[in-house]
């Protein structure tokens, strides 16, 4: 996993609430058997039409956006477990999510793919959301270590939680299954316990 | 708790945390899992089983195996095909490369870890959280995962049941375990005895309706109350499964007679005096008597009406009777607009040309034997496309034993082979742009059931009456 510690970026905004993960990718394209290529069809209907016209009006496609963060409105990737919506989303080129409120699935599935879910409070994304508006070149600042989320512009800043664990593993690089391969004994004690 | 009487409009009571020794259902199963726990972190949870299917899991295997990490436990996982297939002629090599490829990976990944694999066409293939159930897989007390958000269903037997990500399914793989944190406690109760003609789909969509998609987020639901304990284990299963649907990661019923008396003689069940004893602790699961929630919702049975959503996510929902509401923030229209509906009109009268009865929420035969029920003697209407999809092979074969497939062929609708079809429309089972379908499934999102298609959920007797009507009605009306 790729390590995470700051970052300054343009943001995109999504100003859409419970965006589901039916929307970041369709189910007609899990039929992969590897984790490549998702990204070309992250937000697939939203960004062609049936025909495979680009639909100008989506924010995904307006040239004045651009950057590795993508700012969304509350409940972001509920529905389906599919981690190929996070696959897709890093694939497309983002390393943060910003919404005030994230589905549980998605939030572990993006931490266990260098993607990091930055939840913020509600009066939070909407200064995001007009400031992005406003002025699509702005800078937004994620300081993992410090927690804190920045608009550059005026120096407008925010905390954010993250579990310490969680925080560590992104910051090194971590993943999960390292850390239960050590566990091994404990693991093998506790079956022989139970029978 | 608060009585009946009172409670006839929802209530939350969110609940300061009290430490207390009284444990929930829960609190029980998720304590008697944990291996190990780190300080300030999360807790590393055993997983008695893990259920596999041919999309979540070939990226797994293939990250166990560039690192070089063995399947612990092959005997903890059963393994399904069945977002992925198709629902007619399942004899025939399947036609789509990919899918075939995803198929056939699937059956290799198996072989070579040594996994059980009810294959497409094996007398116990089906979707994975109808055949689990019915093999005997799932009993109270368990945890299980799946690489399916659906998984919650199997809370309907008193066990811990979530959906988890790919990355999860390689550490399940890898360790038999995961590392989470424990979530919040969440208590629907809904009491009283529900109207005729409203089915455990009604129930909960019209608890998703109230308390909004994203209520049990962070939390683990709890339904408890007489509607519950009076429903069989297929309706309990139905409203499992769409905890998920409310942001819940998973949703429990206590185990009790039902329960026992259905997981009985099942294939893969304890049998004889081991079943007994399961029964002796399971007997122990159900929360205690005072034992404390984090929230807490109360409702009424009879506030209940037969159920239909008219929006893009599963809250969006209202009696079938009912105006849409008049509500409007920037989401609701763009959610109208793409269904082709307006605020404050009816749904009644308004015409629908497919019907899907099927998938993880609604496939059991019980949901075949009511929808048989209404259609029995009646033709469908002319424009009404119905399709019904058995939840698994051995469903499909009661069908057929009990002469439902002759009552549902006379009546125009087309009986189709077990998978989850149209639900998600990974396989040929689209619905076509711009349509409505009237659906037993568990999702209305934009596109779920194919580009520009329009779902509304509703149960399997709403679905049924819609395809003899070729158009929305008002089945209490028509049926008291």
């Known amino acids: 996993m790729e390590k995470f510690k700051t970052l300054t970026s343009t943001a995109i905004p999504l100003a859409i609430e419970n965006v589901d993960t039916d929307q970041i990718i369709p189910a007609r394209f899990l039929k992969a058997t590897d ?51 996070a696959w897709a ?74 579990d310490p664990y969680k925080k560590t593993c992104m910051i090194n690089g971590y993943d999960d299954i390292d850390f239960l391969l050590s566990k091994r004994e404990v693991i093998e004690a506790f079956e022989l316990n139970r029978n | 708790m608060i009585s009946m009487k009172s409670s006839k409009l929802a209530k939350c009571i969110a609940k300061s945390f009290q430490h207390n020794m009284k444990q929930t259902l829960f609190d029980k199963v998720w ?34 195996e560039q690192r070089g990490i063995p399947v612990l436990r092959p005997d903890q996982i059963v393994a399904t095909a069945d977002h992925n297939t198709p629902t007619v002629d399942q004899h025939l090599p399947i036609k789509d490369d990919l899918s075939r490829n995803q198929l056939e990976q699937l059956t290799l990944n198996c072989d070579k870890n040594g996994i059980t694999l009810y294959q497409l066409g094996h007398k116990y293939n089906g979707i994975v959280h109808v055949m689990a159930p019915e093999l005997g897989f799932t009993q109270p007390g368990m945890t299980i995962v799946c690489g399916d958000s659906h998984t919650s269903t199997h809370g309907a037997f008193g066990a811990i049941a979530f959906g988890i990500g790919t990355s999860q399914v390689a550490q399940v793989f890898a360790s038999q375990c995961l590392l989470l944190e424990k979530p919040k406690k969440l208590r629907v109760t809904v009491n009283g005895t529900l109207k005729p003609n409203v089915l455990s789909k009604d129930v909960i969509l019209y608890i998703i309706s109230q308390i909004g998609t994203n209520a049990g987020t962070g939390y683990f639901c709890e339904y408890a109350g007489e509607v519950f304990e009076n429903m ?160 698994s092979k051995q469903v499909e074969a009661q069908i057929i034993e009990e002469g439902l497939q002759t009552v549902f062929e006379n009546a125009g609708f087309q009986l189709r082979q077990p998978g989850c079809s149209a639900c998600l429309a990974m396989n040929d089972d689209k619905i076509p742009q711009g349509e409505y379908c009237v659906s037993t499934s568990n999702r209305n999102f934009e596109g779920r059931q194919g580009q520009g298609a329009r779902t509304l959920l509703a149960s399997p007797l709403v679905a049924a009456a819609t395809a003899i009507e070729g158009k929305i009605i008002d089945i209490t009306k028509q049926l008291n």
């Open chain 2, 31 to 64: 304590d008697a899992h944990v291996v190990d726990s780190i300080e300030n972190g999360p807790q590393v949870l055993y997983i008695d089983k893990h259920l596999i299917h041919e999309v979540t899991s070939p990226q797994a295997f293939e990250e166990l």
């Open chain 1, 89 to 162: 989303l890093t694939g497309f080129g983002f390393k943060v999510i910003v919404s005030s409120f994230f589905a549980d699935i998605f939030k572990g599935n993006s931490l266990n793919n260098g993607l990091l879910p930055v939840q913020v409070s509600e009066v939070f994304l909407k200064e995001l959301l007009q400031e992005l508006s406003n002025n699509p070149q702005s800078k937004i600042e994620v300081n993992l270590e410090a927690q804190t989320i920045t608009i550059l512009n005026g120096n407008r800043s925010e905390d954010f939680d993250i």
């Open chain 2, 232 to 391: 069989s284990m297929e309706g309990r299963m139905t409203v499992c499964n769409m905890s998920i649907e409310m942001g819940a990661r998973g949703g429990m019923i206590a185990p009790d007679e039902t329960t026992f008396a259905y997981i009985k003689d099942k294939e893969f069940a304890p049998k004889g005096a081991e079943f007994d004893q399961k029964v002796t602790y399971w007997k122990t699961l159900p929360t205690d008597v005072g034992a404390e929630f984090d929230k807490e919702y109360f409702f009424d049975a009879q506030d209940i009406e037969p159920m239909i959503t008219y929006g893009t996510n599963p809250g969006m929902g209202v009696k079938v009777s009912d105006e849409i509401p008049k509500q409007g923030d920037k989401s609701f229209d763009k959610s109208l607009q793409y269904m082709g509906f307006e605020a404050g009109e009816s749904l009644l009268e308004k015409p629908i040309n497919f019907v899907f009865i099927g998938s993880c929420t609604n496939s059991r035969i019980e949901d075949f034997r009511v929808a048989a029920d209404f259609v029995k003697g009646k033709q469908k209407a002319k424009n009404v496309t119905a399709w019904l999809v058995p939840g």
């Open chain 1, 35 to 85: 984790k490549k290529g998702f990204g070309a069809n992250l937000f697939r209907d939203w960004r062609y039409d049936k025909n495979g016209a680009s639909n100008d009006a989506f924010i995904l496609n307006n040239p004045n956006y651009g950057g590795s963060i993508l700012v969304a409105g509350n409940n972001f990737g509920c529905g389906s477990s599919r981690e190929h919506a």
